[in-house]
């Protein structure tokens, strides 16, 4: 047993949802109670989409246990196959249903649906988690589609440049987007026309927006490229060792990322390296110039953002990608980096090793928060849950990975990956921080007529406000409530009047932290009080 | 207006037998119960005992929107735990305590049981005994079940509040007792006009603070703030109280019948009831009177979600105008809808379960001006060029009383005024 409070993922029939309703022309047939109907609000109110989910429940009810639910399973099937005509048929249980082992994949198998492909899905609830049910539901569908199509054991292995000889452009397939993931809709259409500016066309965008009958010409592509490898890591991997179809892994958020994923493909289907994707003599190259995020970086207003400390914490894919960009490509120093994504833990460490902090693998998000306050950045790109815990710690917050919330779904275009994705992340994520240095502006010039008193920022009530630090190191400001910075360790520690005085001049973004360390510093030293004198002292002993 | 009440008994029999339904439902489970009764008692905690479907369910029933640490949690079963139930006990055990640890304001700990551990049996009566022995004098370990293999959302309440009911202190005082989680502003303001009647000992079930149970005995009057407690009611009386007949307090005329019904019971006379209520009358329906415009002539479809569909409906038809194409409930107490289906209007469809699929196709072919349903359906049926309205709204905003009956309206109004409003042309 595991208490949870927030959750990162959800269970893994909700994965299986995903790829059903990311698609057309599928329907999924899920044992389940009444109640574990509240999945189709994720796509109806979080995703904002316009029609249900397809989606046949059970809604089994207590008085059916007695009786015979298995009877209930094949009636749902029957009707759920009437009604919507599927092409291939998706079958499984959620986690009460997996309890009374009714097997509906079997009794879906024994309905005599002649050449209709069912999928009978075993994803055990009690061990695995959402990203996973998603990913195996993607591999279990191809897997069915694909069996008339399998080569023969020792069969030559396709040729990536093929498409050479029989005279058309390369083409790959975008495996990996689905609903419910961090902007997929968008990275697809950023990704397809990057691919087509050099010539590379898609075949098979998967699982979103496909039918059964574009999976089955999945093998008709070049190379698989694996967008989302949480989600398509395992059918890509497959597809490699069974059909010797190659797979671009580099996942393209970022500059770096874009350019080499961009090389990737071209060394893969060995197509020649256009000039605009060499290096040139600085190590730059032209394509980088699509984008503005190398260059706005560069600009001398982004001078302040250099060394801002960022914690990062989201599935591994978005949380790497945004610890390299951050720390490569925005100046920023990563001081936490951590992933719930339990399967690619291998990765993050990597990632983690690689810029010296320690990794956080963890699906408990007051673990996340802890580490958050603990290592006091001045920025946190999390999911929403540290959004939360960041606006509790009043510290900036970008959204960068699911779980999300319908603020994540924007009308406009906003892609993660590829050059217009740099751009988009250049916005999203310094935008906040902006916002952190104006409210610390603002307590700098609170004494300026324009700063009225009450004024309220983006961060509102939750945050310690600068000037309301100030008002409780001067008591006689009447009516001011003291300052909630909250103390990190417990103990007979006490700060003067004066000390505290002495650091509400400190930004706040950065006040935290040096009241950890002069607490710190003073506990060592055995003071029991802190004035100004210690805090100048602690900050000579941290500075060496 | 109280006179009414004695030519409805017979005014039933006007209705169809309602369509009994059965297929997949769309309806949350009484889990989600617990992101109201956590407001409604901040030093309860509510730790489901599931999965992490559970978990997932109440975190997106209540939106990511909870900013401080919620007061719910979910102690999920893993593989380890199905294998055999002595560790499953020793494993929710040893979380209670990390959980009691690291919340100690906790007064009240509710173990709300789900699906999977009434299938695997999980004796969680059990466990509270248990857990109430071993934190003795530190909180009190309460159970009940929230499944969805037996309850729909709002019944999640009627349990809750029924594990409450054995811990109430007996009294044979004179008083007045509603029970049904209301909004504090809501619960003052009826408090108030009960008392302004001469009702002085008026108390609430849930009540605030979760360890000031009221009192109840055989001089305890109920009154049903909310129209879903069946098994609230029915224990209440068991330990002597008198349960009161009326219609639910919703919009003005159900409000003051509501407040009448209990001035009755405590032999106050109707010239009292009226000099109080009769000038809130006379404002509420012209704070109404605005919205009645907009709701009038429209037709009206509820779908079977949260057991407010046949009061809703009533005020609806009765004080706005609204059309009632078919009124959906999840299940029929007759006994406590008898005042309101009373008031329904001759010929009123009510359909009783659900078929969703079924219910869908009726809602396509009649093309109502509004739809009420949960949140799973409410965008396909917009985009499908249906105006909707969320049920779950309903319970979570304050439309008890005569003082709400224009907000209550506007809540349906709004959707037509909006769509009304746009226009891309």
Redesign the interface.
Known sequence: MELTLWTYEGPPHVGAMRIAASMEGVHYVLHAPQGDTYADLLFTMIERRDKRPPVTYTTFQARDLGGDTAELVKRSIADAVQRFEPEALLVGESCTAELIQDQPGALAAGMGFGALPIVNLELPAYSKKENWGAAETFYQLVRTLLKPQLPAPGAPKPDPARWRTEGRRPRVNLLGPSLLGFRCRDDVREITQLLGSYGIDVAVVAPLGARPADLQRIPTADANVCLYPEVAGTLCSWLERQFGIPCVRTVPIGIGATVAFLREVHSLLDLELPAELQPGADGVCEAERRSRLPWYSRSVDSTYLTGKRVFVFGDATHAIAAARIASRELGFQVVGLGSYSREMARELRSAAAELGVEPLISDDYLAVEAAIAEAAPELVLGTQMERHSAKRLGIPCAVISTPLHVQDVPARYAPQMGFEGANVIFDSWVHPLMMGLEEHLIGMFRHDFEFVDGHRSHLGDGAPSPSAATAAAAPAAAGAAPVAAPPLHAGALSWSPEGEAELAKIPFFVRGKVRKNTEAFARERGLAVIDSEALYEAKAHFSR | MASSIATRASAEADLPPPLKES??????????SIVWLHRRMPDAFFLVVG???C???I???A??MI?A??R????????R??AGLAD?NE??D??VA??LERRPEIRTLFLVGS??S???KLDLAKAAERLNRQHAGRVMVLNYSG????T?FTQGEDGALQALIPLMPSSSEQQLLLAGTLADAVEDRLIGLFQKLGIERVASLPPRRSTELPAVGPGTKLLLAQPFLSGTARALVDRGAELIRAPYPFGVEGSRDWMSAAAAAFGIAPAQVASVLDPLVERGQRALAPQRETLAGKRLFLLPDSQLEIPLARFLSRECGMELVEVGTPYLDRQLMAEELALLPAGTQLSEGQHV?NQLLRVREQRPDLVVC???????L??EGMATKWSIELVFSPIHGIDQAADLAELFARPLRRRAALSFA
């Open positions: 297929g997949q439902r769309e309806v949350f489970c009484g889990l989600t999965s992490r479907t978990a997932h369910l975190q997106s029933a939106g990511v900013f640490e919620p719910f949690g979910t102690a999920i079963l893993g593989e735990d199905l499953a494993e929710l040893r979380l990390q959980l699906c999977p009434e299938v695997i499944s969805g293999i037996e729909t699929e949960g949140l799973g359906l409410a965008n396909p917009e985009a």
